[in-house]
């Protein structure tokens, strides 16, 4: 079984007690010139490494955060991780990953075993299933640091990063009517969560700034953000099947998008239908049917989230006041898909 070295190490091998090799570590005037470098040679032998948890009773801080999204194969998120782990090493952070799998009971069991592993603060994406957030608000009045990212919700007063949602689903939809389409659809994700609510504002601003507005029949939802192929094929049918036709898309969510093109490959003759989804996925422009997308900056939303967590673990004074910081996406549409 590995045995990391440790101080009583140290000084056995040399003779010396234990305090002095803690004191030679930490170049204390209390230890000679000789000892220190002999010490400090044999700690570099035998690869010694300072014990975290004994700092961090000294310290009261782990050094590490913990992050909790629904699912690291999701592009997005695991480019939101990327932003975050490079502001939380230059910090000297770790970073403890955790997936809900978009499931309510597994994101409580993460959180709880993020604080109880003592993390120093939690950046959190909300799960699609998650209504009731007890959970979150409990360990906030207990005084955990906390940000939220993306998936973002009220009950909870601390900062909060997430996309424009509504200018980007705005934007989305009346590029679509200025190129004539006039009957177009919504599939968001779970119809609780921020970025469907925000988007599904945005698409109908712009339909309303038509004089249009959303039709019952155009709008749909998928509770468990695309996880279920299922779900999303009876989505997606039900739409290409809605009366008045439906001659655009605007798909609400990146596992939703991916999932809409994979059902969409199964239809013998579906109707010529113009979507423009959420994605951040790297093979996009691989995929066939091929869609136009909105790219959120993910990266640069991980790192704004982890700044702003870290901020809060290292502040000396009480944080009072707080902000939602909103970070533009991209809209890349294929002009393949105008409407003839």
């Known amino acids: 079984m590995f045995q990391a070295a440790t101080i009583k190490h ?32 044999y700690a570099k032998k035998i690869n010694y490494r300072s014990n975290p948890n004994a700092q961090s009773l000294k310290s009261r801080r782990s050094n590490a955060i913990g992050v909790l999204v629904a699912d ?6 695991s480019q939101a991780i990327n ?22 009971d597994r994101e409580v069991i993460n959180m709880e075993h993020l604080a109880n592993r003592s993390v120093d603060g939690l950046l959190i994406s909300m799960s699609s299933q998650t209504t009731d957030y007890n959970h979150v608000t409990d360990l906030h009045q207990k005084g955990l640091p906390m940000v939220f990212f993306d998936r973002i919700i009220d009950e909870v007063d601390t900062f909060k990063v997430t996309t424009d949602n509504v200018q980007s689903a ?38 309303k700034r038509y004089g249009l507005g959303p039709h019952p029949d155009l709008v749909s939802y998928c509770y468990e953000g ?12 039900a739409l290409f099947s809605s009366e008045p036709p439906m001659d655009a898309l605007l798909i609400g969510s990146d596992q939703i998008s991916t999932e809409a093109v994979r059902v969409l490959t199964t239809f013998d003759n579906p109707r010529k239908v113009t979507i423009i989804g959420f994605s951040n996925s790297e093979v996009i422009d691989l995929w066939s049917p091929r869609i136009s997308y909105i790219r959120q900056n993910a990266v640069e939303m991980g790192k704004i989230a982890a700044q702003k967590l870290i901020a809060l673990i290292e502040s000396k004074y009480p944080v009072h006041e707080f902000e939602t910081t909103l970070v ?8 393949e898909n105008i409407k003839e």
């Open 10 to 41: 140290i000084a056995q091998a040399l003779s010396v007690s234990p305090s002095t090799v803690s004191r030679a570590l930490r170049d204390s005037h209390e230890v000679s010139t000789d000892t220190k470098k002999l010490v400090l040679e």
């Open 72 to 77: 690291v194969a999701n592009s997005f998120f």
């Open 83 to 104: 932003g975050i782990e490079s502001v939380a090493y230059d910090k000297g952070y770790h970073v403890i990953i955790t997936q809900s799998h978009d499931r309510y």
């Open 170 to 207: 705005f934007e989305a939809t009346s590029l679509l009517l200025e190129k004539g389409f006039r009957q177009i659809g919504f599939l968001g994700n779970a119809p609780q969560l921020s970025i469907t609510i925000d988007r599904l504002k945005g698409y109908g601003d712009a339909l």
């Open 226 to 237: 695309g996880r279920n192929y299922d779900e999303v094929k009876m989505a997606i049918t």
């Open 328 to 335: 533009s996406s991209e809209l890349h549409f294929l002009n």
